[in-house]
Nanobody, 121 residues
Framework: QVQLVESGGGAVQAGGSLRLSCKAS????????MGWYHQPPGEERELVAR???????EYIESAEGRFIISRDNQESAIYLQLNDLKPEDTGVYFC???????????????WGQGTQVTVSA
């Protein structure tokens, strides 16, 4: 069974922090690179952070220095610490596997419900 469950979103003021969690089924998590995707209102989904099976991390430029991605291989879970949040970080955050190059979201058939993050000025 394919499963992706995101949680941890909320409403914060600019400069605030949130920690997002994602629990994935084993058949998705496996030894794959995993990522967090951000979909702003009315816009396309975009990868903002990815983490390889060995823990190597990469961030899109706008997230560099503010977001921290981590994973727990035993729990098939990944996390995203969001710091110094800005209004443009508002949107729905999803987790899924990720390619090891580029930042466009692949056209996967399956996505979880996502978790809403709202940042007010």
């Amino acid at each position: 069974q394919v499963q992706l469950v995101e949680s941890g979103g909320g409403a914060v003021q600019a400069g605030g922090s949130l920690r997002l969690s994602c629990k994935a089924s084993r058949n998705i998590f496996g030894f794959n690179t995993m990522g967090w995707y951000h979909q702003p209102p009315g816009e396309e989904r975009e990868l903002v952070a990815r983490i390889g099976p060995n823990g190597h991390t990469e961030y899109i430029e706008s997230a560099e220095g503010r977001f921290i991605i981590s994973r727990d291989n035993q729990e098939s879970a990944i996390y995203l610490q969001l710091n110094d949040l800005k209004p443009e970080d508002t949107g729905v955050y999803f987790c899924n596997t990720a390619l090891n190059f580029g930042w466009r979201a692949p056209r996967y058939e399956f996505w979880g419900q996502g978790t809403q993050v709202t940042v007010s000025a």
